[in-house]
């Protein structure tokens, strides 16, 4: 079987200078779990430029949403960003991740910990029906630098309560925002409001490994800083083949 095949691009969305998304064309034969990533990319020179993206749309869509950085210099990604609609893109046959609920143990929350373009896997899972028949609260915190770069996911919540699948549990999901850079209603890394116990305050209590469940995505750093506070509440890491009580993946840059 080929490595990729070539994918139509259906839409392109420019939300800042440095983010867009785009929809593609989804072949019948791509089958992937919410959550999951890709190899995506374009022909460069003649020969394949891939990167790993996450799907940003949910496993029971027509088509693929992506979310992505724009890197001036970044070979896939500079060049990437100039794509229109009816443009062909190369899309991997196989996905793959951790940030999915077989990955999981049951639970009562869900937190989503997502910085930048780390939202875009837990795009997926927030419509994906799974995630509120497993969960009785979903927490989707995102922080960036700016107020423009939460555009993306605040358009995406708003739409859920009008979702044919999952807006009937809209009212589970709690979207979680922050800034690190301009004036917020609410301000500082998704890290200082655990230490400070504001997450939690507003979010109904402390960490509790017996019911709380968390996929973490964003950069390295981020990972690693999440990863130590929640390993310090007590919840242990998962995997495909051993589900526990939290999963990380890092926000892949093109
Ligand atoms: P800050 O502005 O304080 O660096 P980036 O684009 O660098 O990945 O950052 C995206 C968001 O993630 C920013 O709001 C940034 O905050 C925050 N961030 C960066 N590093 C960490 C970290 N180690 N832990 C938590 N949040 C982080």
Request: aromatic share 8%; proline share 5%.
């Given at each position: 079987?080929?490595?990729?095949?070539?994918?139509?691009?259906?839409?392109?969305?420019?939300?800042?200078?440095?983010?867009?998304?785009?929809?593609?064309?989804?072949?019948?034969?791509?089958?992937?779990?919410?959550?999951?990533?890709?190899?995506?990319?374009?022909?460069?020179d003649g020969k394949p430029l891939l990167r790993a993206y996450s799907m940003a749309s949910p496993a029971w869509d027509d088509g693929?949403?992506?979310?992505?950085?724009?890197?001036?210099?970044?070979?896939?990604?500079?060049?990437?960003?100039?794509?229109?609609?009816?443009?062909?893109?190369?899309?991997?046959?196989?996905?793959?991740?951790?940030?999915?609920?077989?990955?999981?143990?049951?639970?009562?929350?869900?937190?989503?910990?997502?910085?930048?373009?780390?939202?875009?896997?837990?795009?997926?899972?927030?419509?994906d029906p799974e995630t509120y028949e497993r969960f009785e609260q979903v927490i989707l915190t995102h922080t960036c630098r700016e107020?423009?770069?939460?555009?993306?996911?605040?358009?995406?919540?708003?739409?859920?309560?009008?979702?044919?699948?999952?807006?009937?549990?809209?009212?589970?999901?709690?979207?979680?925002?922050?800034?690190?850079?301009?004036?917020?209603?609410?301000?500082?890394?998704?890290?200082?409001?655990?230490?400070?116990?504001?997450?939690?305050?507003?979010?109904?209590?402390?960490?509790?490994?017996?019911?709380?469940?968390?996929?973490?995505?964003?950069?390295?750093?981020?990972?690693?800083?999440?990863?130590?506070?929640?390993?310090?509440?007590?919840?242990?890491?998962?995997?495909?083949?051993?589900?526990?009580?939290?999963?990380?993946?890092?926000?892949?840059?093109?």
């Amino acid at each position: 079987m080929a490595a990729f095949s070539e994918q139509r691009v259906l839409s392109v969305r420019h939300w800042t200078g440095s983010l867009f998304s785009f929809r593609v064309t989804r072949p019948a034969s791509f089958r992937f779990r919410s959550g999951e990533f890709v190899m995506l990319g374009l022909k460069v020179d003649g020969k394949p430029l891939l990167r790993a993206y996450s799907m940003a749309s949910p496993a029971w869509d027509d088509g693929l949403d992506f979310f992505s950085i724009k890197v001036a210099d970044g070979p896939l990604t500079s060049r990437l960003q100039g794509i229109k609609e009816g443009d062909e893109i190369l899309l991997g046959t196989k996905s793959v991740g951790t940030l999915v609920h077989d990955a999981l143990l049951p639970g009562k929350r869900l937190f989503l910990l997502s910085t930048g373009t780390g939202i875009a896997p837990f795009a997926s899972i927030i419509r994906d029906p799974e995630t509120y028949e497993r969960f009785e609260q979903v927490i989707l915190t995102h922080t960036c630098r700016e107020a423009a770069e939460l555009a993306y996911g605040e358009e995406l919540v708003a739409s859920l309560k009008d979702d044919p699948l999952v807006g009937e549990h809209a009212h589970k999901l709690v979207h979680y925002t922050s800034l690190t850079r301009q004036d917020h209603p609410r301000r500082g890394r998704i890290t200082a409001l655990m230490d400070t116990g504001q997450l939690w305050d507003e979010t109904g209590g402390p960490l509790d490994p017996a019911t709380d469940r968390v996929m973490i995505c964003g950069s390295i750093n981020m990972i690693n800083d999440c990863k130590a506070r929640v390993e310090a509440a007590g919840l242990e890491e998962g995997s495909n083949a051993r589900p526990g009580a939290f999963v990380v993946e890092k926000a892949f840059v093109g």
